[in-house]
Structures are given as structure tokens and as C-alpha cells.
């Protein structure tokens, strides 16, 4: 009898409130160091009334752009040449990966030295040691340690239920619709076939799932930190080409996420589920730093750890998803390891993708 195991969401939702806890509990002891704000340096381009707008406007653009890129690969069953199985898609897959590397390399980390090597920062001891790199690495391997457990138990799990993981989607009715055997010792050959290809599918399925919500958890606190920073800021100058910049990086981010999330083979439901938490993190973001423009100060010792430190930790979590979970897995994996021609086509993609992001970084 096949069983549909939960145990991997509860083991994510613990990791992630345990996560924030400690790194609330460390960044309170760290404030301690420096109580003394800096103060915002006035700017032409600094204009509240005038910046609102834009805000107003990265909002709706960003969800727009965002929900069109995770909801995009949903849709490619439909389309031939985008379906998983082909190889169209694991160049598109390729590409989006080099977008959520670039993300971590190149957005994400370089931020967070800059805010925990700030001026405005105490010199001991922000000055003294590499927190950014310090946060990231353990950020990663934290991830791994979540992603080899998710995988144990979900392994575990299924093994002692006697079953396989299934489909939620498709498959189950490509599984149910098999016809039956004929014979006793034909029938049992083909039982153990079918087990054996189900083990496998389902073994495949289960990693797709766990990278989809690893993935995601990632994603999410990092959007919500891009949407803090330009929510609380007032520079006109810099919010109007952030817009161009987080749309481009909402959009082909989402894209990666929305090919594992249809890999995974979830419900309707749930794939709705994370292509909605996906698409309003970011523009949350911007209303929670719209809410707090008045009391956020982006270049206070509070600010500046905080998120200095949420960026590493986001920064270690995505470079280990996309270079382990995303390129290594597929390029590792049978189907590029076959074709020598569709490896180069897709490291094309990669580098097309992460040197887009990286040019992005000149704007965002």
C-alpha cells in the first residue's frame, strides 16, 4: 500500500522558526555592541512624497512579474518542447539556476558585507571578523544538514509504511491507468518491475520535493528583505532602477522555482500555495518598509546587522541550492551526462544567466 509521507513540511517549519529564533537571539547580544544611529545623510534625490508612487508601482509590476515567472513552467505540459522530459527544459532549467547563483554571488552576499562592514557599526567587532562569510557558510551547511535529514526521514518514512512516495498530479492517473497482467508468474514479474520503476520514480520525486522547499524557504526570506529595503527607502534616484532590476530577477528567480515546484508533481493546492508565497513576499516586503519608513532607518546598527545578517544566511542557502540541488544534480544526473552536446548548450545557459544577474547588480 503506497503512503504519502508529511514529515518533511513539519521539519522545514521547525528549522526555519528555529533559524530566526537563534538569529534573533544573536543579532539582540550584537546590538549591544553599538546603540548610536547614524544618521541619514541628506540628498536631492531624497523625496518621501515623490518616492510613494514608485513604491506603488514596484509593487504591482514586481507581483505581476513574479507571478508570471514561477506560473510560467506550471503551464510548459501543455507545450511540447517545455515538457520536463525535454531538453529544452533543462536548458531553461540551466539558465534559471545561473540567475539564482548570480542572486547569491553577486546581489545577496556583496550586500551583506557591505552592511555588516558599515561605518555606522562599531569597530569590534563588526571590523574585527567576517561575519558575512562566517553567516553564509553556516548557512549552507545548515542547509545541507536540513536538506540529508529531510531526505532520511522522507526515505525512512516511506520505507516503513511499505510503500513508495507517489504523484500527487499526473502520474497517479498514468499509474492507475496501467493495465493489468495476465497469468501468475507473468503477473508477478510484472509487479515487481512496476515496483521497482515506482521505487525509483518516487525516490526522484521525494528529492524534487525537498529541493522545492528548501528552494523556496530561500527565496522567500531573501525577497522579503529586497522588499524591506526599498519599501523604507526615499531615493528616488535608486528605486526607479531597482523596479527594472527586481522585475528582471523576480521573474527568471521564479522561473527556477516554479521548474522545481512542476517537477515536484504537487496538487493543484499546493503548487498554488508556493507560486502565492512566492509572488507577494517581495511586494510585502515593500508595504511592511512602507510602514515603517518613519522608524526604519536602513543605515542604523539595527537595520544594518539584521539584515546584514539575513542576507548572509540567505546568501549561503541559495549558492548551495543552486550549485548542489539545481546544476549538480542535473549535470551529474543521466540525462546530460548522455549528451555531451546538451551539456555545452546548457553551461551557455548557465553563464547567459548568471552574467545577466550579474550586470543587474550595476542597478540593483
Known sequence: MATRPTTTPSLLNNFSISFFLILSIFTSQALSQSNDECTTASSSCNDKAAALPLKIIAIVTILITSLIGVSAPLFTRSVKALHPDRNLFVVVKSFAAGIILATGFMHVLPDSFDMLSSSCLEDNPWHKFPFTGFVAMLSAIVTLMVDS????????????????????????????????????????????????????????????????????????????????????????????????????????????????????????????????????????????????????????????????????????????????????????????????????????????????????????
Open 149 to 364: 535529514l529531510a531526505t532520511s526521514i522522507y526515505s525512512e518514512k516511506c520505507n516503513a509504511g511499505g510503500g513508495v512516495v507517489i504523484p500527487e498530479g499526473e502520474r497517479d492517473e498514468e499509474l492507475a491507468a496501467a493495465p493489468p497482467s495476465f497469468g501468475h508468474m507473468h503477473g508477478h514479474s510484472h509487479h515487481l518491475d512496476q515496483t521497482k520503476t515506482a521505487g525509483s520514480v518516487g525516490s526522484q520525486l521525494m528529492r524534487y520535493r525537498v529541493i522545492a522547499m528548501v528552494l523556496e524557504l530561500g527565496i522567500v526570506v531573501h525577497s522579503i528583505v529586497i522588499g524591506l529595503s526599498v519599501g523604507a527607502s526615499n531615493n528616488t534616484c535608486s528605486i526607479k532602477g531597482l523596479i527594472a532590476a527586481l522585475c528582471f530577477h523576480q521573474m527568471f528567480e521564479g522561473m527556477g522555482l516554479g521548474g522545481c515546484i512542476l517537477q515536484a508533481e504537487y496538487k493543484l493546492f499546493k503548487k498554488m500555495v508556493m507560486v502565492f508565497f512566492f509572488a507577494v513576499t517581495t511586494p510585502f516586503g515593500i508595504a511592511l518598509g512602507i510602514a515603517l519608513s518613519n522608524t526604519y532607518k536602513e543605515n542604523s546598527p539595527t537595520a544594518l546587522i539584521s539584515v546584514g545578517l539575513l542576507n548572509a544566511s540567505s546568501a549561503g542557502l541559495l549558492i548551495y541550492m543552486a550549485l548542489v540541488d539545481l546544476l549538480a544534480a542535473d549535470f551529474m544526473g543521466q540525462k546530460l551526462q548522455g549528451s555531451i552536446r546538451l551539456q555545452l548548450k546548457s553551461y551557455v545557459a548557465v553563464l547567459l544567466g548568471a552574467g545577466g544577474m550579474s550586470l543587474m547588480a550595476k542597478w540593483a
